[in-house]
């Protein structure tokens, strides 16, 4: 599967960001998909994955309660909506998938080329 990222931007704090990952080939509702994010010189971690049917999702502590993640398996998409953006929000987003779950410790398979999300205080 070959993903690909957009809805990244410039926004202000408190402002809201949906994120698009797009994935090619007609075997989307088999993957797990989650989104990641990477900081300037910090490592890479999970924000958010989604199983197969959309129905059970998990979060990282620090965007529980703002950034809801979904599917649609019929146009082939996951999204990230992100509510209340926080500086520390900032980073490039990157969507994921793998044939099983994805957790905070996995490294999936396929990758999409990253987002730059930068919020200003």
């Known amino acids: 599967v070959q993903l690909q990222a957009s809805g990244g931007g410039l926004v202000q704090a408190g402002d809201s960001l949906r994120l698009s990952c797009a994935a090619s080939?007609?075997?989307?509702?088999?993957?797990?998909m989650g989104w990641f994010r990477q900081a300037s010189g910090k490592e890479r971690e999970s924000v958010a994955t989604i199983n197969l049917s959309g129905s059970v999702t998990n979060y990282a502590g620090s965007v529980k309660g703002r950034f809801v993640i979904s599917r649609d398996n019929v146009k082939n998409m996951v999204y990230l909506q992100m509510n209340s953006l926080k500086p520390e929000d900032t980073a490039v987003y990157y969507c994921?998938?793998?044939?099983?779950?994805?957790?905070?410790?996995?490294?999936?398979?396929?990758w999409g080329q990253g987002t730059q999300v930068t919020v200003s205080s």
């Open positions: 080939g007609r075997s989307f509702a088999r993957y797990f």
């Open positions: 994921a998938a793998d044939l099983n779950w994805i957790s905070s410790a996995s490294h999936p398979s396929y």
